[in-house]
């Protein structure tokens, strides 16, 4: 007699959460496919909101959440966020009694402080 153990998928690489600068409203956003492993067989992988690297992002909040699926029916999961902004400095309120300011920062303004 053979005992065979059902082990869910599991997660090898799943990206970090990804924050794009889109000046003018939108951005073609790509990111690192996530990759999942199985003891049985990983027989399919889809992204839930039906989002996919490549594809053109309005600015705002995406939750990508990818899930893979084995022989036997179990499932992994592995999600993150991709922001889409306008800029890296929000508007934030001014402190009590003071002023901020949003400046350029590094070799060609590549940072924002």
């Known amino acids: 007699m053979y005992l065979i153990v059902q082990v869910t998928p599991r997660v090898e690489h799943c ?8 000046k003018n409203g939108s951005a073609i956003v790509s990111w690192d496919e996530p990759l999942f492993s199985d003891n049985v067989n990983v ?5 839930k ?5 490549g ?6 909040d995406y939750t990508i959440a990818y899930v ?7 499932t992994a999961t592995c999600s993150f966020k991709v922001y889409v902004l306008a800029e890296f400095c929000p508007e934030l309120a001014d402190p009590i009694g003071g002023t ?3 400046k350029d920062w590094g070799a060609g303004g590549q940072f924002k402080v």
Request: glycine letters at 12%; hydrophobic letters at 40%.
């Open 15 to 22: 990206p970090g959460d990804l924050w794009v600068i889109a």
């Open 100 to 102: 901020q300011t949003c």
């Open 55 to 60: 594809q053109m992002l309005l600015w705002g």
């Open 43 to 47: 027989v399919r992988v889809e992204e």
């Open 68 to 74: 893979a699926y084995d022989e036997a029916g179990n």
């Open 49 to 53: 909101n039906g989002h996919r690297p």
